[in-house]
């Protein structure tokens, strides 16, 4: 029989936490899925090694998550024994990877998000999530670096491989303006120092992002509609197909051990 999903108290912090480390956990499922099938070994091994930092990073956030809701939820019951609605991650990371082109993307698109945001939460007055930020945003600075390194590459490359990286800036772009939501769970965390205005970020976002587009020859598009739904928990048809993968053993054999 499947384990029931588990309850959540959501206080602002626990919530707060939760957002980043499902960001974490679901972008890094998602570059795992490239195990094996990578363009070359060397970015089999570049993918993978990206894939184990934000797992990481999710680790840390769900056990901190566990720590501040004291009700006996760790990092293994955040990660398999929660339905999908209760996952709290940008639409943007559970896209779908799609092509090498279009994972690079959606990567990129991240990791110039998670550069700047970590760099700001190292000034956290929560010392648990200054801690994890020092962590993070070195690695989020090599992620930049890997991924921008292929933006270019494709994009200044063949006529092939401009056209596939420039369909995916435009497919993902909807996606990118989720990362700069703040709601009221978050202001009060904001105005404790203990959370960052995402919104303060966007425009130097923008500036590494459109750096890095122009150095490519590509070009970003000039819509403004967003997406948005993933931070209240509506997301699309595709985490409940990568859930269903990720949370399979844990469900069916709750508790098992390798």
């Known amino acids: 029989m499947a ?3 588990i309850k959540i108290s959501e206080t ?3 919530l707060y936490t939760l957002r980043r480390a499902d960001d974490a956990l679901v972008l890094g499922h998602r570059l795992s899925e490239w195990c094996g099938h990578a363009p070359m070994l060397e970015e089999d091994m570049a993918l993978a090694n990206m894939g184990l930092d934000l797992l990481g ?3 840390e956030l769900y056990a901190y998550a566990g720590e501040v809701e004291g009700c006996g939820n760790d990092e293994d019951k955040f990660a398999y024994l929660r339905d ?3 996952y709290r ?3 943007l990371v559970e896209q779908p990877n799609g092509d090498f082109a279009r994972t690079m993307v959606r990567q990129f698109f991240y990791a110039a998000f998670a550069d700047l945001y970590w760099r700001a939460m190292m000034k956290s007055k929560d010392a648990t999530l200054a801690a994890i930020a020092a962590k993070s945003e070195k690695e989020s ?3 930049l670096r890997h991924c ?3 933006i270019v590459r494709l994009g200044d490359g063949t006529e092939e491989s401009h056209a596939r990286v420039q369909t995916a800036i435009d497919d993902l772009w909807a996606f990118t303006g989720e990362m700069f939501e703040t709601d009221d769970s978050e202001r009060a965390l904001i105005d404790a120092g203990i959370a960052i205005d995402a919104t303060a970020l966007q425009v130097k976002w923008l500036k590494t992002v459109s ?3 122009g150095e490519a020859t590509l070009a970003l598009p000039r819509s403004d509609w967003m997406q948005q739904g993933g931070r209240s928990g509506r997301h699309s048809e595709h985490l409940g197909h990568l859930l269903s993968e990720l949370q399979s053993m844990q469900r069916t054999f709750p508790g098992s051990k390798w």
């Open 211 to 213: 750096d890095v587009v």
């Open 84 to 86: 999908v609605r209760q």
């Open 89 to 91: 991650n940008l639409l």
């Open 57 to 59: 990073q999710a680790r």
């Open 12 to 14: 602002p912090l626990v």
């Open 3 to 5: 384990t029931p999903s």
């Open 148 to 150: 921008s390194e292929w």
């Open 141 to 143: 600075a090599y992620h």
